[in-house]
Nanobody, 121 residues
């Protein structure tokens, strides 16, 4: 059973930074593509960022491009989301997810429980 546990959420003022982490159990972390998603209150969950199994390819939602950076450390079974220049509209519950299919549009197989990020103006 693969488990994903997010951490690093919290409250920050606009313009500030946070780094989210997602620790993944299991021995096959390096074979998973990883993603970050978010869901604001009353809205549908939306894609934030994706990283391939090796970390060699990344993809971002337009709304976070240039501000957020996804990375991974396969030795630590962890994926990160560095969030800079945060805006109030970034407020949401952030989820990490894992999938064996490396394609950008493929369905994710496993999900974490989420971590709250709140950005005040």
């Amino acid at each position: 059973q693969v488990q994903l546990v997010e951490s690093g959420g919290g409250s920050v003022q606009a313009g500030g930074s946070l780094r989210l982490s997602c620790a993944v159990s299991g021995r096959t972390f390096s074979s998973y593509a990883m993603g970050w998603f978010r869901q604001a209150s009353g809205k549908e969950r939306e894609f934030v960022a994706h990283i391939s199994w090796s970390g060699g390819r990344t993809h971002y939602a337009d709304s976070v491009k240039g501000r957020f950076t996804i990375s991974r450390d396969n030795a630590k079974n962890t994926v990160y989301l560095q969030m800079n220049s945060l805006k109030p509209e970034d407020t949401a519950v952030y989820y990490c997810a894992a999938k064996t299919d490396q394609r950008l549009g493929a369905t994710y197989d496993y999900w974490g429980q989420g971590t709250q990020v709140t950005v005040s103006s």
